[in-house]
C-alpha cells in the first residue's frame, strides 16, 4: 500500500481528487479522514501534530527557577493524538510513503515529523514530492519526479521551535513571577514577538513626544473662460519651492498681495509625459499589503490565499519571490481566463498587445513562484464575498504584470499675482495601460486647463488655512510587517502571526495597531534591565544562523547552543533587578485598568473579576472602602480614552465579539438606574395570578434594560430589552398577554416596532435557535463541511473544541471566529 501524508486535511482531499481521477472515496480512522481508491492511503496532518516542550518536572512555574529552563532538555510529544495513531497504523500498512507537505521550512520540518512518525513503526521508502500549487498539472508532475527530503530544511524549522521554546517559556515565566501575573493572565514574551512590540511601542513614543508646529498654506481659485482650477501660493527657500510659510506675518502679507489684484499672469507653462510602470508580482509582503488596502488584516488574508492555495486556484502565498519562472507562459495562462465572464474580456485584451512581457522585483528566489492564479477559475457563487475579492485581487495583479505600462501627461503652470507666484499641476492619463486591468492602483486626474504663457487668468477666491504639522502615522498592519523584514524579524510564514499574537496578548488594540499600557511597561522594563529581550539586531542575528542551517553551513545542535548562551547573558542582566521590574509592571498592569478616583474615599477604581467569572468596578482601597460598580455581564471589559468630565472617570467599551458595545462611564449608568422609575405595564405571567406580580420597564445600574417582576428576587421572571434608544409604551395591545406594545426610538427615522415584549423575545428566540452549525453567525455550507472534515460536525462538537487547534486545521477559520462561535453557543 502506498501512502501519501499532506499538511492539512483539505489538501488531502484535493490532492486524493487529481491523483485518483475523482474515484477515490473517503472514510473516518480515529476521527481523522483517509482518502482511498485501489492501493493508495491519503491523510492529512492539521499542521504540527508533534510539538516541543520541557519534560514534566518544569511544568510548576512556582517550583522552577526560569533560568532552569535555558539548560533543560527539550522533548516531543504529540499534540493531536488522534492524527499521530492514524498515522502510525497506515505506516504499518505501507510499502511506501510519500510526504507532500508544503514546501517551505515549516513544511519541511512538519515533513519530517511524519516521516520520523513512521520510522518508528516501519523502514518502508519514503520520499518527498514539492509543489508551488496543488493544480492538476504540477502535482502530477511533482508525483512523477519523487525528491529526498531535506533535513537541512526541517533542522533550520526545527532549530525555531527550540529556540522560540526556551526563549519564550523562560522570559515569560520571569517576567510573570516578578509581576505576580499567573494564570489566564500571564505576561508574554517571544523572540520574535517582542522586537515587534518595541517597533509599535517606539512609534507610539514619536507620536507622544511631537510637538507640532503652526504653518499657513494660501490657494487661490482661477478661471479660463469659465473653466475653474486650483493653484497654490509658493516662494524660494534657499533655492527649493516652498508651499508652507511657518510665521503668520508672512502668510498675512501673501494673502493680501493675493486678494489685492483681481488677476494672475501666466510666467510658465511645463509639459511633459510620464511613464507609469506596471506594478511588479506578488510576494508575501507586497500581496498583504495589498490586501490591507481593501481593508483585510494580515491574519485574514493569509488564511483565505492558504484556502485558495489548497483549493487550487492560486500558488503557494508564502513567498519572497517578484519574478515569474520561466516556465511560466504568460499568454497560456492568460488564455485560460478568456471566456470567463468575469475576466475574459480584460484576458482577450492582454493577449492583443504586440509583446507579453512580466514585470520582476529585485527578489529571485528557487523555492516558490511569485503569487498568482493558477488558470483553474472557480464559479464565483462557491465562493464567499471575501474569497472572491482576494481572489480577484490576485487574478488582476497577474494581468497586471503583463499588461503594458501606462502614460499620463503632466502640465505644470506658474503665475505671477501681486508680485507672488502660484501654482498648479495638472496630470491626465493618456494610456491607461495596466490601470484598465488593475483598479486598485490610484489613477485619479487633476484638470488644469491648457494655457499660454502671459495669458491673464481672473482670480474667483483666495483661502489661507491655518495647520499644524502631524506626528508619524501609526504602523497599519502591512507597513509593519515590511518592516519587519526590513530588520529581518521573523520570516514570511510567521510575521503576520507574531501581529496576531500581540493582538491576543492584550499588547496591541485597534487597526493600526496601538499599544496599550502594558505594552509600553514590558518594552521600558527590558529595554532598561536586559535590552537583548527587545532587540531586532539579536532576532536577526538568529534568523541569519536558522538560514545557515538550512544551506548546511551551520548544525541545529551549534545554533541552539549560541541562543542559550545569549539567553544566559539577558539573565545575567535580569537577576538583579526582579523587584523593580515586578513593580514596574505590576503598576502598568494597574494603570490599564484604572478608571478613575473613588468618591468615597479618592483610592483608584479598578476593574475587577469576581470568582464568578464577572466584571465590576471596584474600590483599589479594598476592604477598608467596599464602593463598587457593575458592568454589563456581556463581554470584556476595556479603558478607553474618552473621559467623563463629571465624575473624572474613564468609558468602558465591552468586547463581545459582533457584539461588541461601549458602555460608557459606569458612575453615569449607575445614577441613571438610581434616578429612574420601573414602569409597570401589565401582569406577571409567572406569578401575577396567584402573588398579583406585575412586569415594569427595569433600568439597571450595568445599564442593561428589561421587562422584569416587580416581585424580584421572590419572581425572576424577566425579558431582555435593548441597551439603546428610548423606550415608549403605546396604546396598542397583544390580547394573549394582555401588554401593551412598545416602541424603541434610537434617533432614526424609522423607529423599531418591538411589540409586546413576550411576543417579540419568543419570536427572538425561534429566529435564533441554534440546532445545527449553520444556524450560527458567518458559518455557511461549506464552512460546515470544512468543520466537519475537521472534526467538528454537531453543535457538541463545537462547544468541546479547542479553538486554536480547529484554526490550524480548517482553513479561512481563525480561533477568534471559533471563540465567537462558542459564545453564540453559550447566550
Known amino acids: 500500500m502506498r501512502l501519501i501524508i499532506t499538511e492539512k486535511d483539505n489538501a488531502a482531499r484535493r490532492i486524493a481528487e487529481i491523483l485518483s481521477e475523482g ?21 492529512g496532518l492539521s499542521g504540527h501534530v508533534v510539538g516541543v516542550d520541557f519534560p514534566e518536572e518544569y511544568n510548576d512555574w512556582r517550583d522552577v527557577e526560569p533560568v532552569e529552563l535555558i539548560d533543560a532538555d527539550v522533548t516531543k510529544e504529540p499534540t493531536q493524538e488522534n492524527i499521530v495513531t492514524t498515522l502510525k497504523q497506515l505506516a504499518r500498512e505501507a510499502d511506501e510513503a510519500t510526504i507532500a507537505t508544503d514546501y517551505d521550512r515549516e513544511g519541511e520540518l512538519i515533513g519530517k515529523e511524519a516521516y520520523e512518525l513512521i520510522r518508528e513503526e516501519t523502514d518502508v521508502p519514503v520520499d518527498r514530492v514539492r509543489f508551488s500549487s496543488i493544480t492538476e498539472r504540477e502535482v502530477r508532475d511533482a508525483f512523477a519526479n519523487p525528491d529526498d527530503m531535506d533535513f ?14 526556551v526563549w519564550g517559556a523562560a522570559l515569560t515565566r520571569f517576567l510573570s513571577l516578578s509581576a505576580r501575573q499567573l494564570g489566564d493572565d500571564f505576561i508574554s514574551v517571544g523572540r520574535v514577538q517582542s522586537p515587534t512590540l518595541k517597533l509599535i511601542v517606539d512609534r507610539e513614543r514619536e507620536i507622544q513626544a511631537f510637538d507640532p508646529e503652526d504653518y499657513w498654506e494660501i490657494f487661490a481659485d482661477l478661471q479660463k473662460n469659465g473653466s475653474g482650477f486650483e493653484a497654490q501660493y509658493f516662494y524660494d527657500d534657499d533655492g527649493k519651492e516652498a508651499e508652507r510659510v511657518w510665521a503668520e506675518d508672512d502668510a498675512d502679507d501673501a494673502y493680501a498681495d493675493l486678494t489685492g489684484v483681481d488677476a494672475a499672469t501666466v510666467t510658465s507653462v511645463r509639459r511633459r509625459t510620464r511613464t507609469d510602470s506596471p506594478p511588479t508580482p506578488f510576494n508575501t509582503t507586497a500581496f498583504i499589503s495589498a490586501a490591507s488596502s481593501l481593508g483585510y488584516s494580515a491574519q485574514q488574508a493569509m488564511s483565505i490565499a492558504e484556502e485558495l492555495y489548497t483549493t487550487g486556484y492560486i500558488t503557494y502565498p508564502r513567498t519572497d519571490n517578484t519574478v515569474y519562472p520561466d516556465d511560466l507562459e504568460e499568454d497560456a495562462l492568460l488564455d485560460e481566463f478568456v471566456g470567463a465572464g468575469h475576466f475574459g474580456e480584460d484576458a482577450e485584451k492582454l493577449l492583443e498587445q504586440d509583446d507579453i512581457t512580466a514585470t520582476e522585483g529585485d527578489e529571485e528566489t528557487t523555492d516558490h513562484p511569485p503569487i498568482h492564479p493558477t488558470g483553474e477559475i472557480p464559479p464565483k457563487v462557491d465562493f464567499s464575498d471575501d474569497e472572491w475579492e482576494i481572489y480577484e485581487l490576485v487574478v488582476r495583479r497577474f494581468f497586471a504584470t503583463v499588461a503594458e505600462a501606462a502614460t499620463w501627461e503632466h502640465l505644470r503652470v506658474v503665475a505671477d499675482a501681486g508680485g507672488r507666484s502660484l501654482k498648479a ?8 495601460g495596466y490601470h484598465e486591468v488593475y483598479p486598485y492602483s490610484s489613477a485619479s486626474e487633476n484638470h488644469v486647463p491648457d494655457v499660454e504663457e502671459g495669458e491673464e487668468l481672473a482670480i474667483s477666491e483666495v483661502r489661507m488655512e491655518a495647520k ?3 506626528p508619524p502615522r501609526r504602523y497599519g498592519q502591512s507597513r509593519l510587517i515590511q518592516t519587519m523584514e526590513d530588520k529581518g524579524l521573523g520570516t514570511k510564514s510567521t510575521r503576520h502571526n507574531s501581529i496576531e499574537k500581540l493582538y491576543d496578548r492584550g499588547y496591541i488594540e485597534g487597526d493600526p495597531p496601538r499599544p496599550t499600557t502594558l505594552a509600553m511597561a514590558v ?21 541569519a544562523d536558522m538560514t545557515a542551517i538550512a544551506n548546511g553551513e551551520a548544525t541545529l545542535d551549534e545554533v541552539a547552543d549560541e541562543s542559550r548562551e545569549m539567553l544566559k547573558r539577558v539573565f545575567d542582566e535580569l537577576r538583579d533587578s526582579r523587584e523593580e521590574i515586578g513593580e514596574h509592571l505590576q503598576e502598568s498592569l494597574k494603570a490599564d485598568k484604572t478608571l478613575g478616583p473613588c468618591p468615597k474615599c479618592g483610592e483608584d477604581m479598578l476593574v475587577r473579576r469576581s470568582r464568578q467569572g464577572s466584571y465590576f468596578v471596584g474600590c483599589d482601597g479594598f476592604p477598608e472602602c467596599r464602593n463598587t460598580l457593575p458592568l454589563p455581564s456581556t463581554g470584556e471589559p476595556q479603558v478607553l480614552e474618552e473621559h467623563c468630565e463629571e465624575h473624572d472617570m474613564h468609558h468602558v467599551k465591552m468586547l463581545a465579539g459582533r457584539d461588541t458595545f461601549v458602555h460608557g462611564c459606569p458612575r453615569c449608568e449607575a445614577e441613571k438606574a438610581d434616578e429612574s422609575e420601573d414602569e409597570v405595564i401589565g401582569p406577571c405571567p409567572e406569578c401575577g395570578s396567584e402573588h398579583d406580580g406585575e412586569l415594569a420597564i427595569k433600568h439597571l445600574r450595568s445599564g442593561s434594560r428589561l421587562v422584569g417582576c416587580t416581585r424580584y428576587p421572590d419572581c425572576d421572571y424577566s425579558l431582555p430589552l435593548p441597551r439603546n434608544g428610548d423606550i415608549s409604551v403605546t396604546e396598542a395591545f397583544c390580547e394573549e398577554h394582555d401588554l401593551p406594545e412598545l416602541v424603541i426610538d434610537a434617533d432614526s427615522d424609522d423607529p423599531w416596532e418591538l411589540g409586546c415584549p413576550i411576543c417579540n423575545y419568543e419570536e427572538y428566540q425561534a429566529r435564533t435557535a441554534v440546532e445545527d452549525l449553520e444556524d450560527l453567525s458567518g458559518i455557511g455550507s461549506a464552512t460546515a463541511e470544512k468543520l466537519g472534515d475537521a472534526g467538528v460536525d454537531s453543535l457538541a462538537a463545537l462547544r468541546e473544541a479547542d479553538p486554536d487547534i480547529v484554526a490550524t486545521e480548517v482553513q479561512g477559520v481563525s480561533a477568534t471566529q471559533v471563540r465567537d462561535w462558542q459564545d453564540e453557543l453559550e447566550a
Do not use: C
Request: no cysteine.
Open 523 to 543: 518594552v521600558e522594563a527590558a529595554e532598561e534591565f536586559a535590552d537583548h529581550v527587545v532587540s531586532d539586531e539579536m532576532t536577526a542575528q538568529l534568523e
Open 468 to 470: 499644524q504639522t502631524q
Open 425 to 432: 499641476n495638472g496630470k491626465r492619463l493618456v494610456e491607461p
Open 23 to 43: 474515484s477515490a472515496s473517503a472514510s473516518r480512522q480515529n476521527g481523522v479522514n483517509v482518502y482511498r481508491w485501489g492501493n493508495t492511503r491519503v491523510v
Open 152 to 165: 537541512d530544511l526541517a533542522a533550520a524549522g526545527e532549530a525555531r521551535q527550540i529556540i522560540d521554546l
